[in-house]
């Protein structure tokens, strides 16, 4: 651990001495007599640091990829009081893909069993390489889409069938889909527990295709053949995930083998315990029923676990509860049953360590707390009930957990050589425009180059999945997830036990951010480059 005692420059003055960086040739017309010493003012080794040219200092110290936490926007930590949790997905996080088999087979049975479907459906199985978050599913057409970040479509898959851009068009002719209609005609893939949902929609459209040709039903095929229309699949398929999810069965078959199904982490009891001591009020704030958070919080941290935290609130019916939310009441912890009497917030100011809530809402949370909004830094994997409402509506910090982000990052370094090469064709594309403008009549052959530079971005996005690309983009356009994550969330990470490798004082900045377009310019010019020529009548 680095001591605190050295001021800022002696520890970045010692830094570039150990690196052999700190020499007469790296000074300009600067002494370096006595600049490490104490009596050198703090403002005057500042001030050497500034004069240096940026090639010459080491890269940036950065924790290991997979400890990082990355923001969007700048968050002192000092100013954070209030640390929240989600418990799905956040604080219990469910093996993959142990846990999205589980609920495809599950939901499939309850379609077989509960629905007449064909028992011949029974053979199919998850596949963890096919579905990613950010895709919206379509209602009516059976497909699969992925969005960039303006809401253009990137590309459609139907059933396992990638469209082709033709097909695509002919689909959605004007390549754009509002938003007023997500979460209408178009149901957002936007949680973890939402892939098995996008994997037996796209599996069923498949069978039922291959099976009996066109027998799903839409607005261009309304044959008496047709035996089931899309959006009826789609409504049985839900229905079908609500009663697992409602009768208790995906809860039951979770319980029965812990082990299996949820992950066990000594990291998270030391930071929560870490938090609780440096005064820092913790809290539980999970759409799960009690009986079932209690079992799994034993599980991962053990059978005096609500002693970490100061508040816990279960069934609270997120994004409702950033809004009106339910009534608030004290949870039996022995019965599970909610009791009858009327919240004092008052008397809760107190003590509500060891108690176990019901419902509420942001409004309660805050008399019950005096929170302010933005001193609140909630951390949950839901990018809309976690993150979106709970930003906009009340300004609460937000640490928005995507697993998936480990992945990500090691096909990005992985695919290094594919991304210098679409560097290159792009170099080349430059190229042959170089002095040509309105008065050029004949276009440079660029058709080789084109199909070139849409083959690399092809395979750069097949490296992350064969299907939709990565998570965050496609080619070099952002994606849908990648635009609300940068939007809302003010920081991210793949796990949120990686808040241990922070100090309770760190301020989390975004750096320097990617240019805009107009901000990649020569360092040395305004002028044109060399070979531009300039307009003349």
């Given at each position: 651990?680095?001591?605190?005692?050295?001021?800022?420059?002696?520890?970045?003055?010692?830094?570039?001495?150990?690196?052999?960086?700190?020499?007469?040739?790296?000074?300009?017309?600067?002494?370096?007599?006595?600049?490490?010493?104490?009596?050198?003012?703090?403002?005057?080794?500042?001030?050497?640091?500034?004069?240096?040219?940026?090639?010459?200092?080491?890269?940036?110290?950065?924790?290991?990829?997979?400890?990082?936490?990355?923001?969007?926007?700048?968050?002192?930590?000092?100013?954070?009081?209030?640390?929240?949790?989600?418990?799905?997905y956040t604080l219990a996080v469910y093996q993959s893909p142990a846990?999205?088999?589980?609920?495809?087979?599950?939901?499939?049975?309850?379609?077989?069993?509960?629905?007449?479907?064909?028992?011949?459906?029974?053979?199919?199985?998850?596949?963890?390489?096919?579905?990613?978050?950010?895709?919206l599913l379509d209602k009516q057409k059976g497909n699969l889409i992925k969005l960039d970040s303006f809401g253009a479509v990137l590309l459609s898959v139907h059933g396992r069938r990638t469209h082709s851009k033709e097909e695509t068009r002919a689909e959605y002719p004007s390549l754009f889909i509002p938003s007023d209609q997500i979460g209408t005609r178009f149901f957002a893939i936007d949680t973890l527990f939402a892939l098995p949902q996008?994997?037996?929609?796209?599996?069923?459209?498949?069978?039922?295709?291959?099976?009996?040709?066109?027998?799903?039903?839409?607005?261009?095929?309304?044959?008496?053949?047709?035996?089931?229309?899309?959006?009826?699949?789609?409504?049985?398929?839900?229905?079908?995930?609500?009663?697992?999810?409602?009768?208790?069965?995906?809860?039951?078959?979770?319980?029965?083998?812990l082990d299996y199904y949820v992950r066990q982490d000594e990291r998270l009891s030391l930071l929560l315990k870490r938090l609780k001591e440096r005064g820092k009020f913790c809290?539980?704030?999970?759409?799960?029923?009690?009986?079932?958070?209690?079992?799994?919080?034993?599980?991962?941290?053990?059978?005096?676990?609500?002693?970490?935290?100061?508040?816990v609130i279960v069934g609270a019916r997120k994004p409702?509860?950033?809004?009106?939310?339910?009534?608030?009441?004290?949870?039996?912890?022995?019965?599970?049953?909610?009791?009858?009497?009327?919240?004092?917030?008052?008397?809760?100011?107190?003590?509500?360590?060891?108690?176990?809530?019901?419902g509420g809402n942001v409004e309660i949370f805050r008399q019950l707390t005096d929170s302010q909004g933005n001193d609140v830094l909630y951390i949950g994997d839901h990018i809309f009930s976690d993150v979106l409402v709970s930003k906009k509506s009340h300004q609460w910090r937000s640490l928005l957990v995507i697993r998936e982000l480990n992945d990500e990052i090691a096909s990005f370094i992985q695919n290094k050589d594919m991304r210098d090469k679409l560097h290159n064709l792009e170099w080349i594309r430059a190229e042959i425009y170089r002095g040509l403008d309105s008065d050029s009549s004949v276009p440079p052959d660029a058709k080789d180059l084109r199909q070139h530079i849409a083959q690399t971005r092809l395979a750069l996005d097949a490296s992350y999945n064969e299907f939709f690309g990565s998570l965050f983009r496609t080619g070099t356009r952002p994606s849908y997830f990648s635009w609300q994550m940068q939007r809302y969330a003010d920081l991210y990470t793949s796990d949120v036990v990686n808040l241990i490798h922070y100090p309770i004082f760190y301020i989390f900045s975004p750096g320097i951010v990617q240019p805009l377009p107009h901000e990649d310019q020569p360092e040395d010019k305004w002028a044109a480059m060399d070979s531009d020529k300039q307009i003349k009548d």
């Open positions: 651990m680095q001591s605190p005692s050295k001021s800022f420059t002696n520890l970045a003055l010692q830094r570039l001495s150990e690196l052999g960086i700190l020499s007469p040739n790296t000074t300009r017309d600067h002494s370096l007599s006595g600049l490490s010493d104490e009596s050198t003012s703090q403002s005057e080794q500042l001030k050497w640091i500034e004069s240096l040219n940026p090639s010459q200092l080491p890269r940036k110290y950065r924790r290991y990829a997979e400890n990082r936490i990355y923001a969007n926007r700048d968050t002192n930590l000092e100013d954070i009081h209030f640390y929240g949790f989600d418990m799905d846990y999205e088999e589980l609920t495809y087979s599950l939901a499939l049975h309850d379609l077989v069993y509960g629905a007449g479907y064909p028992e011949e459906l029974l053979s199919l199985h998850y596949d963890p390489n096919f579905p990613i978050r950010g895709l996008a994997c037996l929609f796209a599996d069923l459209i498949d069978y039922f295709d291959h099976s009996f040709g066109h027998a799903l039903e839409d607005s261009k095929n309304t044959s008496k053949d047709a035996v089931i229309s899309y959006s009826s699949l789609f409504q049985d398929m839900m229905h079908a995930m609500d009663n697992i999810h409602h009768d208790g069965l995906l809860k039951k078959k979770t319980l029965e083998n809290f539980l704030l999970t759409n799960s029923e009690w009986l079932y958070t209690d079992a799994v919080m034993k599980h991962i941290l053990g059978s005096q676990w609500r002693h970490f935290f100061d508040l409702s509860f950033f809004s009106e939310g339910t009534a608030m009441r004290e949870v039996d912890l022995d019965s599970g049953r909610l009791k009858l009497s009327v919240i004092d917030i008052e008397q809760l100011k107190k003590n509500t360590v060891g108690k176990v809530f019901h």
